[in-house]
């Protein structure tokens, strides 16, 4: 009799386990939905090429702590190259890479969404589908891989509800922008394919079905430009200040832009027809991408914003422009969003231990300047504490 007591209550337990497993799963997923504040704001915090591996470089991990400390976003974006394929060569040293930022966004309890890059999966045995599994192993992630039918992975959308949670407020769209192109012989890096923007628009018009035949105000995250920023760049005079040069002419940002140009923006050499995609249903107000890391810019073209957002990273090449970018997205206001750029110094602003450090580690500085840094950076410190 005892034994069959003692059988009866482990059963009960475990059902009582699973019970609250059921609720706490539930609870999980219901805490992943996006949702605009009470006071009608949304704020995202873009990051693009972290591309790094195992350890994370020490000035990145603490940008990337001190800028969620001060823009405290409601969700972050990672926009590919999150990490070096190339120097994780297994599958541990490829989770511990991605464990070095994503328990800073854990620790700091915030949504975070991304997309892969060209970098990210140059190691073969640490493909995209092994780091998703990875990604969704953090209970902070609310990204997802749709599914087969659709090429690359992690290509999805995320709707941000209203306040008061009754509809879907605004969409964000994230599109895995592939590698290199494999898909003719135009080379170059891969461009979003047919069957993406297939996607794409079926997933637009069922939004905008459910919003009473009005598109859903929306942006695209991806990590390589639309090649549609050719179009929009205007030609000018050689040594034009905040210019590039690109085949054999000089290129500047149009009037009503805001940001710089550093490089040549690096596009695939064709296009399926995304931008046009995105011009035809009328949703998105701005695509937006990272891959050339000292561009930091917005773009308006034909009603759309093009959006260049800086690399965050010191281990790849940088300039005075790394840092973040900021989305303000007003439900009272959505199809007018505010953007600024979070850079490194705006974050610090004249901490001088911040200075040094940047001067330390950055890729700009001279090797005579970089070697003063490290003392005077240890020196600030010591000052700090005391």
């Known amino acids: 009799m005892n034994r069959t007591k003692k059988i009866i209550a482990v059963l009960l337990t475990v059902l009582m386990m699973m019970s609250f ?14 949702q605009f504040g009470e006071d009608g704001k949304f704020t995202i915090l873009n ?19 001190d800028t969620i400390k001060k823009v405290q ?16 060569t297994t599958k541990v040293i490829t989770r511990a890479a991605i464990n070095e930022f994503m328990s800073i966004f854990e620790k700091a309890g915030i949504p975070t969404a991304a997309v892969f890059g060209n970098h990210d999966d140059e190691s073969a045995l640490a493909d995209k589908d092994f780091q998703m599994s990875v990604y969704e192993s953090y209970d902070c992630f609310v990204g997802y891989n749709e599914g087969d039918s659709i090429p690359g992975v992690g290509t999805y959308n995320l709707p941000i509800m209203s306040s008061d949670g009754s509809k879907i407020a605004f969409n964000l769209w994230m599109t895995d922008s592939g590698t290199y192109n494999s898909e003719n012989d135009l080379g170059g890096y891969a461009c979003t394919t047919k069957e993406q923007i297939e996607w794409y628009i079926e997933k637009s018009n069922e939004l905008k079905a459910l919003n009473g035949g009005k598109p859903v105000p929306s942006i695209n995250f991806q990590h390589i430009i639309v090649p549609d920023i050719f179009d929009a760049l205007v030609e000018c005079e050689a040594g ?7 085949g054999g002419r000089f290129l500047t940002l149009p009037e009503g832009s805001v940001g710089v140009i550093h490089e040549s923006p690096c596009p695939p050499n064709y296009s399926n027809g995304q931008f046009q995609a995105f011009l035809q249903q009328g949703d998105v107000l701005a695509t937006v991408s990272g ?11 034909k009603g759309i914003d093009i959006v260049n957002t800086p690399g965050v990273g010191f281990s790849s090449y940088n300039d005075d422009q790394v840092g973040s970018r900021v989305f303000v997205l007003d439900e009272n206001d959505p199809e007018n969003y505010e953007t600024y ?16 450090r940047y001067q330390a580690y950055s890729r700009t500085t001279d090797d005579l300047t970089k070697f003063l840094s490290w003392f ?5 410190m010591i000052k700090n504490i005391f």
């Open 21 to 34: 497993t059921s609720l706490f799963a539930f609870a999980a997923e219901e805490d992943k939905t996006l």
């Open 47 to 65: 990051f693009a090429d972290i591309q790094d591996g195992y350890p994370l470089m020490t000035i990145t991990k603490k940008l990337l702590q």
């Open 73 to 88: 976003p409601d969700l972050i974006v990672l926009t590919g190259d999150n990490i070096s394929g190339g120097s994780t």
């Open 240 to 246: 034009t200040e905040n210019s590039i040069s690109s």
């Open 291 to 301: 891959h050339d890391h000292v561009n930091s810019f917005v773009v308006p073209y």
């Open 341 to 356: 750029v979070e850079g490194y110094f705006d974050v610090y602003g004249d901490d001088e231990e911040a200075f040094y």
């Open 376 to 380: 005077k950076m240890i020196f600030a």
